[in-house]
C-alpha cells in the first residue's frame, strides 16, 4: 500500500495535466517548449553545477548504453521472427527502448529517494534524451517513407538545450567558477521543472486518441518496456561498482512506460504514430501496476 501512496501524488499531477487539457484545450506545444527550452535546462545546469562530477557518471552511461542496444537487438529478433516490416520494427523500438524517466522517473525518484536521488535521475534524464535525440530520431527517420536517420539526429541534438545546461554547469563545475546571488534565481527557475514536466504529460496524453489497437504489437511493446527492460537493467546493473541506490534507481528508471516524446517523433516521420501513441498510453496506465511490483523488488 505504500507503494501506492507515492504514486498517487504523481498520478494525480499527471491527473490535472489531463483535465486541465480535456477542459481547455490549452495548445500544448507551447508547454513543452516552456519545459524543454527553459525549466529543464536550468534543472539540469544546478545539477551538474552542484554535483561532484566523479567515475559514477561513466558507469551510468555504460547501463544506458546497454540496455538500450540489448532492448534494439531485441526488437530486431522479435521483427524478423514475426516478418515485420521496417516501419514496423522501428516504430517498436520507439515504443520500447526509449523510457520516460523525465516526465515519470524522475518526480518518482524525487517522491522515492528525495533529493539524494534526483541527481542521479537528472543525469539519467539527459542521457536519456541525448539517446532519444539520436537513435531515437534516427530510427523514427528510418522507419518512414523518406528516410533521413543521421541527419535527423544531428539536427535534433543541435536543438537539445539541456546539453547545454549541462556543458555549462560541468565548466562553471570544473573551473570553480561562481555565480553568486544568480543561483537563488537559478533554483527558483529549477524548482519549477518537475511540476511543470509533470502536468504537461497529463496533457500530452489527454490527446492521444488510439483508433485501432494491434493487441499483439501493444502486448509485445508493454512486456518489453515494462517487464523486460527491468529485469535486463537488474542483469546490467548487476556487476557495475555502484551504490545500492544508484542501482536502485537505474532499475526504477528502466520500468517507467514509453517516452511521450517518442510520440513527436513517430508523428513528425510518420513511423507507425498509431503504434507509438497507444504504447505510450498503454504503458502509462498499466504501470500503476507494475512499477510498485518493481519497487518492492528492488528494495
Not at 8 to 14: H, K, W
Not at 157 to 183: T, W
Amino acid at each position: 500500500m505504500e507503494f501506492f501512496t507515492i504514486l498517487l501524488p504523481i498520478f494525480f499531477v499527471f491527473g490535472t495535466g489531463y483535465l486541465v487539457q480535456k477542459i481547455f484545450d490549452f495548445d500544448i506545444t507551447n508547454f513543452s517548449k516552456l519545459a524543454l527550452y527553459i525549466l529543464v535546462p536550468f534543472l539540469v545546469f544546478r545539477t551538474f553545477y552542484e554535483e561532484s562530477i566523479n567515475f559514477s557518471y561513466v558507469y551510468i552511461t555504460i547501463y544506458m548504453l546497454g540496455l538500450c542496444f540489448l532492448i534494439i537487438f531485441t526488437v530486431t529478433l522479435l521483427s524478423k521472427y514475426q516478418h515485420y516490416t521496417e516501419k514496423e520494427k522501428c516504430a517498436l523500438i520507439l515504443s520500447c527502448a526509449f523510457m520516460n524517466n523525465g516526465n515519470y522517473g524522475t518526480p518518482l525518484v524525487l517522491f522515492l529517494f528525495g533529493t539524494a536521488g534526483l541527481k542521479t535521475a537528472i543525469v539519467l534524464m539527459v542521457l536519456q534524451q541525448l539517446l532519444m535525440s539520436t537513435l531515437g530520431v534516427y530510427y523514427a527517420a528510418k522507419g518512414s517513407d523518406h528516410a533521413d536517420g543521421v541527419r535527423a539526429a544531428l539536427r535534433s541534438v543541435r536543438n537539445m538545450p539541456m546539453v547545454y545546461g549541462a556543458i555549462l554547469g560541468f565548466i562553471c563545475n570544473s573551473f570553480n567558477v561562481s555565480i553568486g546571488p544568480l543561483l537563488d534565481g537559478v533554483n527558483l527557475i529549477a524548482d519549477a521543472a518537475i511540476p511543470v514536466i509533470m502536468i504537461t504529460l497529463g496533457m500530452q496524453l489527454a490527446k492521444i486518441k488510439p483508433l485501432v489497437v494491434d493487441f499483439k504489437k501493444i502486448s509485445t511493446a508493454v512486456i518489453l518496456k515494462l517487464v523486460a527492460a527491468p529485469i535486463i537493467a537488474a542483469l546490467i546493473v548487476w556487476g557495475l561498482p555502484v551504490d545500492s541506490l544508484m542501482k536502485q534507481i537505474m532499475i526504477i528508471m528502466a520500468a517507467t512506460p514509453t517516452a511521450a516524446n517518442t510520440t513527436m517523433y513517430a508523428i513528425q516521420f510518420q513511423t507507425d504514430p498509431q503504434m507509438v501513441t497507444s504504447a505510450t498510453l498503454t504503458t502509462t496506465v498499466l504501470s500503476i501496476l507494475t512499477i510498485p511490483c518493481v519497487i518492492y523488488l528492488v528494495s
